[in-house]
């Protein structure tokens, strides 16, 4: 009876500090991804910028944004402590987002405010991530699922604010869109601060001890410094690629030091990870798709009026068809938590190498959809039925690559080093978000005439499907050689 007691009690620490992290990253993705669902369209719109150039700042402008948690992970492990570095990380975001709204009146802030938000991107996102990983250490069956309602739960915030940003944009303008984004990260701090007793065990060993003012100094000047080269950066667009390309050396670099200078032990379970995180980086080349061509697919050549048998049910401008991710991946999210349980109770636990295939595979499916509806287009608009559908299997696609992404860290890489890698996927997902606008600008038009009707996005959404198509053959085959490292790893 007290081991079953000890059990419940530490089933419901575990619960308790996991939905405080829940919650701070639930606003934290109110905040990004409601700046996001309308930063592409401020530039298009407000700004008059070619489709071209605003498909590549917003690349740049995620590799940025998931370059820096590289650094940020590994000040969480060894400086900050990951609690200390997620919390500075919203702050950093919350403020960003504010010299947005400032930013639609002087636009020269723009730059100043992406600079901001991508440096708190890169103190929040590793270090969240990995008091996830640390709560459910040692139970892999758990972890997965941990991950998975992660995904779903953060998904609330991003749904609301998608929804919320471009309606407030059409009626009231940008500058309250943004502002908006920062005052809901705010309310996520002041939940996070009532709650944050739930959070004291948890973290890595510099939270445990105190900050001395030596180190605090020299990590503030080294934000602003942060800051001002990233502002530089994100106004040259030649600059902002080379950095790219730069970032996606350096991370192969990283991967062979970590792998030489570890032990025999653990070398499977890198052999695993990075695999593993290629295949999930690629997937990021299509998600970026939602970001920027998909988007400018929805204003150009989309109908915002779903309708039924005639019957008009609600309308979605371009923006808020983002919306329909989130959406479907909260949908689905409580049902493959379960059955991930499911299966790991009957010792039938489906390796996340298949996962990865099964989720590549509905990639594949969601850009055929699309290129059949830009088809069904030609020069006129496309029923929103199309989008629907296309978006329900990139939703689960997503949940099977990634949202799993960061559960491969926390599965195969020691815990030492987990904040430091997963800062590293991070960085990976930001370069393939980057390759994937300029793949979205195979559909962009001259400045002068930017792509207009659906059949202008045929053949982008062609090649995508048959990209996706090939990738899945490819990982289908080597499922062998993961299956023997995955057995390695659990024999080491």
Known sequence: MPSELSSVSSRSTRSSSFAVVVAIELWERFGYYGMQAVLLLFMVRQLGMADARANLLMGAFAAMAYALPVVGGWLGDRVLGSRRAMLLGATCMMGGYATLAVATVHVGLMTVAMALIATGNGFFKPNAANLVRRIY????????????????AVNVGSTASILLTPLLQDHFGPAVSFATCSAGLLFGLCVYTALRGRLRHVGSAPDFAPLAAGPVASLLLG???????LHLILDRPVLARDCVWLAALAVLVMWTL???????????????????????????????QMATSLTLFALRAVR????????????????????????????????????????????????????????YSLVTLAFVIWWLGALSGGTGLVSPWF?????????????????????????????????????????????????????????????AQPAAGAAAYAGLFLTLAI??????????????????????????
């Open 137 to 152: 250490e040692g139970d892999d069956a758990a972890l997965d699922s941990a991950f998975t309602l992660y995904y779903m």
């Open 223 to 229: 934000i602003v410094a942060a800051i001002a080269g």
């Open 258 to 288: 970590i792998y030489r200078r570890a032990a025999p032990a653990q070398r499977p379970g890198l052999r695993m990870a990075y695999m593993l995180s290629i295949q999930g980086m690629l997937y990021f080349v299509f998600y970026q």
């Open 304 to 359: 915002g009026d779903v309708t039924l048998g005639g019957v008009t049910l609600f309308h979605m401008s371009a923006g808020q068809f983002q919306a329909l991710n989130p959406i479907w991946i909260m949908g689905a999210s409580p049902i493959l938590a379960f059955l991930y349980r499911r299966f790991a109770r009957q010792g039938r636990d489906l390796p996340i190498a298949r996962k990865f295939v099964v989720g």
């Open 387 to 447: 989008m629907i559908a296309a978006y329900g299997a990139l939703a689960v696609g997503e949940l099977l690559v990634g949202g799993l992404g960061l559960a491969v860290i926390a599965r195969y890489v020691p815990a030492a080093m987990g904040g430091f890698m997963m800062g590293s996927y991070l960085l990976s997902m930001g370069v393939a978000m980057y390759v994937g606008s300029m793949v979205a600008n195979l559909a962009a038009g001259a400045p």
């Open 467 to 492: 990209a996706a198509g090939v990738i899945t053959v490819l990982f289908a085959a080597l499922l062998p050689l993961t299956r023997r490292w995955d057995h390695e790893h659990v024999g080491a």
